[in-house]
């Protein structure tokens, strides 16, 4: 019985072994796989990191606002080279000499343009814009100066315009129109003629040519906004005060009013109401015991003036 009992407790010990054994191949197998896929899992997401961080710079890199370069130079003494260059496609190049019409450069939606600008003689404002295909805009102005046979200028003068031109030779004619109208001659024979011609009322185009005996012409094309004079009138109301009463199409800017050579007013009018409320204006302001001698002086919106004189006696 003894010797049962011993083989039953070694049956037993061999069972317990063997189970043992079972179960700590199966546990530790299931670890290694658990710890190989939570590294598999921490690789994969910091591969996804990693790209999206990268993504993240590459559209941070294209949300910086760049805009055109634009390079000049005087090659020649009435030539300009121009070079646009961009990091994106070049969509229009604008330019223009003083206040003339417009030029375009074709660009082809090219990163680089180059071109060549004449220059006219005199002195002249270059204007020059660029814009890319996402609407970025750049621009340029610079006045050069090119000496030549012929000089034409032009300024206004109130209502008017002086026209000057000069000459290495003798000017033999020069012509002007506005817009398409027909021709105007003026017979030279100087070095120099200065003209005052008459602007019409409007927006308009002048066109003036110059021709010296050598037959060397210089045209000169250029915008003209012609405008009026502020119309200005002093009257008494029967009492004791004098009444100023202006208007223009434009609108009153300033009102300036000066009794006696001494007392000096002045009626900043932008100041006080919009353009619309402008086109007329009236304004009463008492007299002084005695003689009033009266000057009134009316600016427009262009700054043309026109004045007013009076001498009314209380």
Not at 8 to 31: A, H, L
Not at 136 to 154: A, C, H, L, R, W
């Amino acid at each position: 019985m003894n010797q049962i009992l011993s083989v039953d407790n070694s049956s037993r010990k061999e069972k317990v072994k063997k189970t043992k054994m079972r179960n700590n191949g199966p546990i530790e197998i299931q670890s290694i796989v658990r710890f190989f896929a939570i590294s598999i899992l921490i690789f994969g997401l910091f591969i996804i990191g990693s790209g999206s961080y990268s993504m993240y710079k590459e559209s941070t890199k294209e949300a910086i606002v760049t805009k055109p370069v634009i390079y000049v130079e005087q090659t020649r003494e009435a030539e300009i080279a121009l070079k646009i260059t961009h990091d994106k496609a070049i969509a229009t190049i604008r330019y223009c000499w003083n206040d003339e019409d417009e030029q375009e450069i074709p660009t082809n939606g090219k990163k680089e343009i180059e071109a060549k600008l004449e220059m006219p003689t005199g002195t002249n404002t270059l204007n020059i814009q660029v814009s890319d295909i996402h609407g970025q805009q750049i621009e340029y102005q610079k006045v050069y100066t090119v000496e030549g046979d012929i000089s034409i200028n032009i300024e206004p003068e109130g209502t008017d315009l002086k026209v000057t031109a000069e000459g290495k030779n003798q000017l033999i004619y020069m012509t002007y129109r506005w817009d398409e109208d027909e021709e105007k001659r003026v017979d030279i024979n100087d070095i120099a003629i200065e003209e005052t011609i008459e602007i019409p009322k409007g927006l308009h185009t002048l066109t003036i040519i110059v021709v010296d005996q050598n037959n060397n012409t210089e045209t000169k094309t250029q915008e003209i906004k012609g405008v009026t004079k502020p119309k200005v009138n002093i009257t008494t109301d029967g009492s004791d005060n004098f009444i100023i009463k202006a208007s223009d199409e434009e609108g009153i800017k300033r009102v300036e009013f000066i009794i006696n050579e001494t007392e000096r007013n002045a009626i900043d009018l932008e100041k006080v109401a919009p353009i619309e409320e402008r086109k007329e204006f009236e304004f009463a302001y008492p007299l002084k015991d005695g003689e009033n001698k009266l000057e009134v002086i009316v600016y427009n919106e262009s700054g043309i003036s026109d004045n007013y004189r009076a001498l009314i006696n209380k």
